[in-house]
């Protein structure tokens, strides 16, 4: 489920606003980075222990050679600006699938109010028309998520869960017998043509409404059309390949470059010995988790703590499409004047006791606060010039 957090930082006051965040498990960093960070620290601390007390004083001394090589060509590796760069377009792709699914409430509307009729046929076109389209999203969930393929794994699920009817499972099969290719579409194809058979029922009263309709499921045909490419066309795997090794090859250099090697050696910048590299775990849990980050983002709608709730998305879309269409279908409560009929608008609405302290003034231009005094108001007079001084200056320009 999406870990959503805004409530606890709606004002940032006091010492840190996200201190509050810091000790959640759900979607935390922590839950995603122990795995990785036990076993670094396995691997360093087999190290330490060995330079320590199992190594003999010849196999110490190459042991600090190899150190000192890891630290330094290990800092030749430009991880900073690969992974940043690569995080970055991660989750600005995150961003841009968010945005890009399909929601059927504006169908709904345009279809609850084009479509007349309070007939028993008028409700079914209604209804079957937003049927079809919460099909054709289906379908393209079942095709990127796991999560709703898991749900429905085949047709038959479909039938039985409503949003199919068995001669239109059997159209598919045809469909499907002949050609390969995604049929997501289908199901508005068949809702495009009931709009064709309302308009010439005269249940739709113009053509533009029809046309309304029809550019509308064209735009939720595109949103679906947009999910299925960005499940076929992922970041370039060269790219994704470069980021993991950069990032693990770095913290394997790490493990020999971050020793603390014995003061007595006088080796440079060792000359203090700690048993616990404390910022070399610190930078592995802030790159490490980093990198995390994108692999938990790069496809949204997987089983990850942060990972759309596609589940919750088919539910609602359909609910809330046959509310509109059906149960709210030429529904609006009764025309009254409202509170403020006779002042045409208020002056001022009303704050509670706990939002008075948020009463602001209207905002003002930035000259608001200049003042002209009124000598300074006064306009210039305009200059005349004569008829032959405005000859003779227009020919000396001429001849210019």
């Not at 000192?68 to 600005?92: A, E, K, N, T």
């Not at 470069?242 to 090697?261: C, E, P």
């Not at 203090?272 to 709608?301: C, H, R």
């Amino acid at each position: 489920m999406t870990v959503t957090y805004t409530s606890h930082v709606a004002t940032c006051s006091g010492f840190g606003c996200f201190w509050k965040l810091l000790f959640r498990w759900k979607g935390s960093i922590y839950k995603l980075v122990w795995p990785e960070l036990l076993a670094y620290s396995c691997m360093y601390f087999a190290c330490n222990l060995s330079y320590r007390f199992a190594l003999s004083d010849e196999q110490k001394r190459l042991f600090e050679k190899v150190s000192v090589f890891c630290q330094y060509f290990s800092d030749f590796i430009p991880l900073s600006f690969v992974l940043g760069f690569y995080v970055s377009i991660v989750v600005q792709r995150w961003w841009e699938q968010y945005m890009s699914l399909p929601w059927p409430d504006s169908l709904a509307l345009f279809v609850s109010t084009s479509i007349h009729g309070l007939d028993e046929r008028s409700r079914l076109m209604r209804r079957t028309v937003m049927r079809y389209v919460n099909l054709t999203e289906i379908i393209t969930f079942i095709m990127i998520s796991p999560t709703v393929k898991k749900r429905f794994p085949t047709l038959e699920h479909l039938v039985e869960a409503g949003f199919m009817t068995a001669n239109e499972q059997k159209i598919f099969d045809d469909l499907n017998a002949k050609t390969s290719h995604p049929k997501y579409w289908m199901p508005l194809v068949w809702a495009g043509s009931i709009i064709a058979r309302a308009r010439k029922e005269g249940r739709i009263r113009d053509d533009f409404a029809v046309k309304t309709i029809l550019d509308e499921i064209n735009r939720f045909r595109g949103l679906c059309g947009g999910l299925l490419s960005y499940d076929w066309i992922s970041i370039p795997l060269v790219y994704t390949q470069v980021v993991t090794l950069a990032t693990y090859s770095f913290f394997l250099a790490t493990i020999m470059g971050r020793q603390f090697l014995d003061p007595s050696q006088k080796i440079a910048k060792h000359e203090v010995d700690f048993y616990v590299p404390i910022f070399t775990l610190l930078q592995f849990f802030f790159y490490m988790g980093w990198l995390k980050v994108a692999e938990s983002l790069v496809n949204p709608f997987g089983e990850d703590d942060d990972d759309f709730e596609i589940n919750w998305l088919v539910d609602r879309n359909l609910q809330v499409s046959f509310l509109i269409v059906d149960e709210m279908h030429s529904e609006h409560p009764e025309l009254i004047q409202d509170l403020y009929w006779d002042e045409v608008f208020p002056q001022e609405l009303p704050y509670t006791i706990a939002s008075e302290q948020f009463r602001r003034e209207p905002p003002q231009g930035s000259t608001a606060n200049i003042e002209v005094s009124e000598q300074d108001q006064e306009f210039l007079p305009i200059l005349e010039e004569d008829d032959e001084d405005i000859r003779e200056s227009m020919s000396g320009i001429n001849v210019t």
